[in-house]
């Protein structure tokens, strides 16, 4: 299987191709906070390049679907959507939360991985991943403090660019985490990965937000019509 995995959810924009038959990625990810828009397209070229892929010649398109930036979370949906439409390739979806966790897991899965992505005012968006990869707590928005108690329950790793947060609040009465790793966008390469066993049947990727924008129409504002 060949596959075109793009990110562009948090603090980089990163796109991988992956061919399963010879066991090869090649990828990029470039730091950023915005700019994504610009930036996308000539990195997805570029990587197709060093592939030495068409986009005919791709499987599926793989995309992370939130939570994170509205507009980063548009931007890479948008692109995914257009090229699988383009390509007549299936486009598939993949939380930020279970890119954010596969590497832990895959390395060991049976230790705790909560992911926490900082959704500012003192909230995360929180998942926490049991033994074997299973939800224990779900995608959801939560208070720092909310947060620490459904994850403070014994020997666990925290990732994510929430991570620092929740540290920093852990109760002193609980085992300190086994790991705090401030990561500030998931591994591509891993978002490439879980993409190979992604569900080609699913709806085309949708935004995972947990929460409504902070802008809001002002309704107050408007003019009445005639």
Not at 3 to 31: R, Y
Request: positive net charge; charged residues 20%; aromatic residues 4%.
């Amino acid at each position: 299987m060949r596959l075109l995995a793009i990110d562009t959810a948090l603090e980089a924009c990163a796109a991988a191709v992956l061919d399963t038959e010879h066991g090869k990625v090649t990828s990029e990810s470039l730091p950023m906070v915005r700019g994504h828009a610009e930036a996308l397209m000539p990195l997805i070229g570029r990587v197709m390049q060093q592939a030495g892929v068409p986009f005919s010649g791709l499987d599926r398109i793989a995309v992370t679907t939130g939570p994170g930036s509205f507009t980063g979370l548009r931007v890479g949906i948008s692109a995914a959507r257009g090229i699988a439409l383009a390509a007549a390739k299936p486009a598939v979806g993949l939380t930020t939360l279970a890119a954010y966790a596969a590497p832990y897991i895959a390395h060991d899965d049976k230790t705790v991985v909560v992911v926490a992505i900082d959704a500012r005012h003192q909230h995360v968006y929180l998942q926490i991943f049991g033994p074997g990869g299973r939800t224990l707590v779900a995608p959801r928005i939560a208070s720092v403090a909310d947060a620490v108690r459904a994850a403070a329950t014994g020997p666990v790793r925290i990732v994510g660019t929430g991570a620092n947060m929740l540290a920093a609040a852990w109760p002193s009465r609980e085992p300190v985490p086994m790991l705090v790793e401030d990561r500030r966008a998931p591994d591509i390469a891993w978002v490439a990965r879980l993409a190979v066993a992604a569900d080609e049947s699913a709806d085309s990727p949708k935004p995972l937000y947990l929460r409504a924008p902070d802008a809001q129409p002002q309704d107050a504002a408007r003019l009445p019509r005639r």
